[in-house]
């Protein structure tokens, strides 16, 4: 489950009765941070008190808000540097130009270069690089950055190359491959996608060039930092509900006006990975109804907790590896998540698909007859147009309305977001390069066999490329999955009654005859209340479940009032001419029982119901 790291805030109040320790009696390290504030009280009152002098100091607190906006983005702008307030450089860092066609983005933003800079980290850049993006070159060259007009210069003096998009095949202004201008030592940086791209692979290997893969960062809590695809797929989810918006043609939330009545939109997300859960939360935040599908069982409760609706298959069937990935499901449940898309495709307007399997072809999930249930005016978005489409009908960079149906399948949905795209991508290769420099030496430095994150990203190093390699360590919010063959318990053989037990069932029989000849009636009717009320007791105080002990203890006080019960049964008439001395003791002590837990049980539910009052308004 998420935790609120608390601690990290500037000031946390803390509601608390006293400093001493709760029910379970462990000290909370909380209450001794420097940053913490203990505020002793009610927590009603508290509450209002705090909320009342908030309400006071509105104006002021609008004000002073208003002031850390403008400091922090006067701290975000990119400052001017002076060369001789940088560490001398001990790596060049080289961007060219991305010169595959639709590409807007630039691997470094301004900002990231001024904090490579100060780093010890050299750039160099070829010129108009981040024009598309809304980055000019005068706001590099304020941060020391080199900015030449002939991209060889690049390659040329730069020992590490940071791009986007791999190396194209023929580059639009050299004319010959990009991959021809890398040298042997040189280290490249972007993202490659090694089994779409074997021949680039050999290639970069043949030229002993050191090749590491953005794409193929692991996912693990460790490595976030660096996942770009999780970053940037983001704004493709986003990007692909206001694409949805635009040819859809129609206001997403219900709305009721004079001139008539306006149903929602219904949108059916497809794969709910990072892309999928930003498509859900978008359109919720539009005022859209949001049902998704996904194969990963994990993902579920995302799924509800960003407002959509989770659509099943009868089949429990998990298409989740050990990294987090889907993977290749059954013939069976294919077949039975297709016809819940059958039947889920004429009641929806905008359809999102982003089911994508690494290094493979993206499945077909939405087929042609599927298409033409849909209403008129519906819109079909696929996120999975690069690698084949998740739409029989998708046309990969293009869009186009296929009886009466839009289908969108451009395939530069996060290049139409370059500025925002550019930061992120900035923010990881940072993040990258931090473990790529050996501290110490102050030393560019691929470590493999010391960082397995960085062998995993690796792809060819030192003119070896080196086998696929993928951490076992997810992430995703999910149980552990137990890999070892499932067996069948052992039955246990029923065992007979032991001598002990025949010994002691014995020695019981014979108490019991003894009582009966020796004493009177009365004492085995009080023992008889004696025994069934140990048994009640014990069944009813122990059976309540244990996690109501601690925040509702009362109501087990008041449950534990049952002896009230054996209380009154003592009680008898004390003038019974029958009675004996102890008889009247028996009475005496009934009746102080029966008060007792009466006190107990109605004082226990008053308790209670001042507990759960402090919870309402």
């Given amino acids: 489950m998420p935790i609120i790291e608390t601690f990290k805030a500037k000031m946390v109040i803390i509601n608390k009765r006293s400093m001493a320790s709760g029910y379970a009696g462990v000290e909370n390290p909380l209450f001794f941070y420097d940053n913490s504030r203990m505020y002793f009280g009610d927590a009603r009152k508290a509450f209002e008190d705090v909320l009342g002098e908030l309400n006071k100091r509105k104006s002021e607190i609008k004000v002073e808000a208003a002031a850390a906006g403008q400091a922090a983005a006067k701290k975000a702008q990119v400052d ?7 560490p001398p450089p001990f790596c060049v860092l080289g961007v060219p130009k991305e010169a595959q066609e639709e590409e807007r983005m ?3 933003s301004p900002h990231a270069c001024m904090l490579l800079r100060k780093k010890g ?12 993006s809304a980055m000019p070159d005068s706001a590099y060259e304020k941060v020391c950055v080199q900015i030449v007009s002939d991209v060889k210069e690049v390659y040329k003096n730069a020992n590490v190359i940071l791009k986007v998009q791999p190396p194209v095949q023929e580059h639009p202004e050299l004319k010959e491959s990009e991959a021809e201008q890398l040298r042997a030592g040189q280290t490249l940086i972007s993202f490659i996608y090694p089994s779409r791209n074997p021949q680039l692979v050999d290639k970069l290997n043949e030229k002993k060039v050191n090749v590491i893969a953005m794409d193929l960062v692991p996912r693990i809590t460790r490595a976030q930092k660096l996942d770009a695809l999780s970053s940037l797929s983001n704004l493709a989810g986003y990007r692909a509900v206001i694409e949805a918006a635009h040819a859809y043609g129609r206001v997403f939330t219900g709305q009721i006006t004079a001139a008539g009545k306006l149903p929602p939109t219904t949108v059916f997300v497809i794969g709910a990975g990072v892309a999928g859960l930003a498509a859900i939360g ?3 935040n539009l005022g859209a109804i949001v049902k998704a599908f996904d194969t990963r069982a994990s993902v579920a409760d995302q799924i509800k907790s960003m407002g959509g609706e989770f659509l099943a298959v009868d089949i429990k069937e998990d298409a989740e590896d050990a990294s987090g990935y889907a993977k290749q499901i059954s013939e069976a449940f294919i077949k039975a998540e297709l016809e819940l898309f059958a039947r889920t495709c004429p009641t929806v307007d905008i359809i999102i698909t982003t089911a994508a399997i690494p290094g493979k072809k993206a499945p077909v999930l939405i087929t042609e007859e599927m298409v033409s249930t849909m209403k ?39 290049p139409r977001m370059a500025p925002q795209g550019s930061q992120l991508y900035s923010q990881n290769l940072i993040n990258l390069l931090d473990m790529l420099v050996d501290k110490k030496e102050k030393k560019f430095r691929i470590d493999v066999e010391g960082e397995e994150v960085v062998r995993t990203m690796t792809v060819c190093l030192n003119g070896e490329k080196l086998p696929p390699h993928r951490m076992a360590t ?16 052992k039955e246990k053989k029923e065992e007979g009654y032991s001598t002990r037990d025949f010994v002691l069932l014995i020695c019981l029989m014979a108490f019991l005859a003894f009582m009966i000849w020796t004493v009177s009636l009365d004492f085995i009717h009080q023992f008889m209340k004696f025994v069934l009320a140990v048994i009640v007791g014990f069944h009813v105080v122990w059976s309540v479940t244990p996690s109501l002990h601690t925040p509702l203890m009362s109501v087990t006080n008041a449950i534990s009032g049952i002896i009230a019960v054996g209380g009154m049964l003592s009680l008898r008439e004390v003038n019974d ?41």
């Fill in 80 to 86: 001017e540097l002076k060369p001789d307030d940088l």
């Fill in 106 to 108: 630039v691997a470094l």
């Fill in 121 to 132: 980290f050299a750039i160099i850049m070829e010129a108009g690089a981040g024009a598309l």
């Fill in 282 to 284: 978008t359109a919720k």
């Fill in 376 to 414: 008129p005016g519906s819109v079909i978005v696929d996120l999975a147009a690069a690698t084949g489409g998740n739409c029989e009908v998708t046309k990969k960079g293009e869009s186009y309305v296929y009886k009466n149906v839009t289908i969108i399948g451009n395939t530069d949905l996060i």
């Fill in 474 to 489: 997810s992430s995703a919010p999910q149980g552990k999955k137990d890999t070892a063959p499932v067996t069948a318990p």
């Fill in 577 to 617: 001419p029958g009675d004996n001395a102890g008889i009247v003791i028996a009475s005496i002590c009934g009746a102080i029982a029966t008060f007792l837990a009466c006190i107990n049980i109605f004082g226990g539910f008053f308790i209670t119901y001042r507990m759960l009052s402090m919870f309402h308004d």
